[in-house]
């Protein structure tokens, strides 16, 4: 399937940039998207909701003055992340800034985000939209979106239990548009593997964590760098979805990873004065044992990039 216009020239690889729980900024979009991958933001990022606007402001201004000065290069789009959720508060606030700004790709969570495609559509935005199932993927495509990110085992943050070669097979039998794979892709290596089996994009988050440019404390890149696979808690005790996160992190607040108490979805709250009382419960994807340094975000993408290559090359050689 070829990528929708937007992205088939912009891309330096193919990559997008997941939306992370207070570590994504407009710093580090600005970085993905200037180094030819899509960054993302989530939208309750931006606090209080008029930082919105601002945010989207600097963002397109900054690539903007970028393109000008440099019409050759690659500059990706950028993305804004919306939680479909009744208790989202701030969505429709939210997806007017994001009109009035016409953000390119609008990426959703949760619900089937019927109101939001239809509002992404009215100037020519693209919705991606996260699923865990298939019944979540038809459900999305229902509602009119424009590709599905499969979050599958692995994924940091909220994630899903199925294996990439289930989840990707399963959906391509009935969804021929975009497919961006998200679990435990950390290397150029697993992004060319992604393509092999069927998707058409990596959707990449543990790595960017570990960047100079990312808003996690100093402590939270250390913890990404320190830890391996064997560290990640998959719960639903956080937020009522089943999510990774690092097992330090847990122990640090004084709870014992091994014997969290069950929570469900009635616990999820995604309103504007929500408190965030797990916020130094830190996410995190399995690929956290391929992370070794904390480099600008320039230099992750190029050592993808090399990556990516020498493994394609390598494909073709056997």
Same mark, same amino acid.
């Given at each position: 399937?070829?990528?929708?216009?937007?992205?088939?020239?912009?891309?330096?690889?193919?990559?997008?940039?997941?939306?992370?729980?207070?570590? $994504?900024?407009?710093?580090?979009?600005?970085?993905?998207?200037?180094?030819?991958?899509?960054?993302?933001?989530?939208?309750?990022?931006?606090?209080?909701?008029?930082?919105?606007?601002? &945010?989207?402001? %600097?963002?397109?201004?900054?690539?903007?003055?970028?393109?000008?000065?440099?019409?050759?290069?690659?500059?990706?789009?950028?993305?804004?992340?919306?939680?479909?959720?009744?208790?989202?508060? +701030?969505?429709?606030?939210?997806?007017?800034?994001?009109?009035?700004?016409?953000?390119?790709?609008?990426?959703? $969570?949760? %619900? !089937?985000?019927?109101?939001?495609?239809? =509002?992404?559509?009215?100037?020519?935005?693209?919705?991606?939209?996260?699923?865990?199932?298939? +019944?979540?993927?038809?459900?999305?495509?229902?509602?009119?979106?424009?590709?599905?990110?499969?979050?599958?085992?692995?994924?940091?943050?909220?994630?899903?239990?199925?294996?990439?070669?289930?989840?990707?097979?399963?959906?391509? %039998?009935?969804?021929?548009?975009?497919?961006?794979?998200?679990?435990?892709?950390?290397?150029?290596? =697993?992004?060319?593997?992604?393509? !092999?089996?069927?998707?058409?994009?990596?959707?990449?988050?543990?790595?960017?964590?570990?960047?100079?440019?990312?808003?996690?404390?100093?402590?939270?890149?250390?913890?990404?760098?320190?830890?391996?696979?064997?560290?990640?808690?998959?719960?639903?005790?956080?937020?009522?979805?089943?999510?990774?996160?690092?097992?330090? $992190?847990?122990?640090?607040?004084?709870?014992?990873?091994?014997?969290?108490?069950?929570?469900?979805?009635?616990?999820? $709250?995604?309103?504007?004065?929500?408190?965030?009382? &797990? %916020?130094?419960? &830190?996410?995190?994807?399995?690929?956290?044992?391929?992370?070794?340094?904390?480099?600008?975000?320039?230099?992750?993408? !190029?050592?993808?990039?090399?990556?990516?290559?020498? !493994?394609?090359?390598?494909?073709?050689?056997?």
């Amino acid at each position: 399937m070829a990528l929708p216009a937007l992205l088939s020239d912009a891309l330096a690889l193919p990559v997008i940039a997941s939306p992370m729980f207070i570590v $994504s900024g407009p710093e580090l979009v600005i970085q993905q998207c200037l180094n030819g991958v899509v960054g993302s933001f989530p939208a309750l990022n931006a606090r209080p909701a008029e930082q919105l606007d601002l &945010w989207l402001t %600097r963002i397109k201004a900054e690539l903007a003055q970028a393109k000008a000065a440099d019409p050759t290069r690659k500059i990706a789009p950028f993305a804004v992340n919306q939680i479909v959720h009744t208790s989202n508060d +701030r969505l429709q606030q939210d997806m007017e800034t994001c009109v009035k700004h016409e953000v390119p790709i609008i990426i959703t $969570s949760l %619900r !089937a985000p019927n109101e939001v495609v239809k =509002a992404a559509h009215s100037y020519g935005g693209l919705v991606f939209h996260d699923v865990t199932t298939i +019944r979540h993927a038809q459900k999305a495509l229902e509602a009119g979106v424009d590709g599905l990110i499969l979050v599958c085992a692995g994924a940091g943050g909220h994630a899903g239990t199925l294996s990439p070669f289930a989840l990707v097979g399963e959906v391509r %039998r009935f969804h021929d548009g975009p497919i961006i794979l998200s679990g435990a892709i950390a290397t150029g290596s =697993a992004i060319l593997s992604a393509q !092999a089996m069927g998707a058409d994009l990596a959707y990449i988050g543990t790595r960017f964590i570990a960047t100079k440019e990312a808003n996690a404390a100093d402590a939270y890149k250390d913890m990404i760098v320190g830890t391996s696979a064997s560290d990640i808690v998959y719960t639903p005790y956080f937020t009522g979805v089943p999510g990774n996160y690092l097992k330090p $992190s847990i122990v640090a607040q004084g709870l014992n990873p091994d014997d969290l108490p069950h929570a469900d979805k009635t616990k999820m $709250s995604f309103g504007s004065g929500t408190a965030k009382a &797990w %916020r130094d419960i &830190w996410g995190s994807g399995q690929a956290v044992g391929l992370i070794d340094d904390c480099p600008p975000v320039a230099e992750v993408i !190029a050592r993808l990039t090399s990556e990516y290559a020498q !493994a394609k090359a390598a494909l073709c050689a056997r």
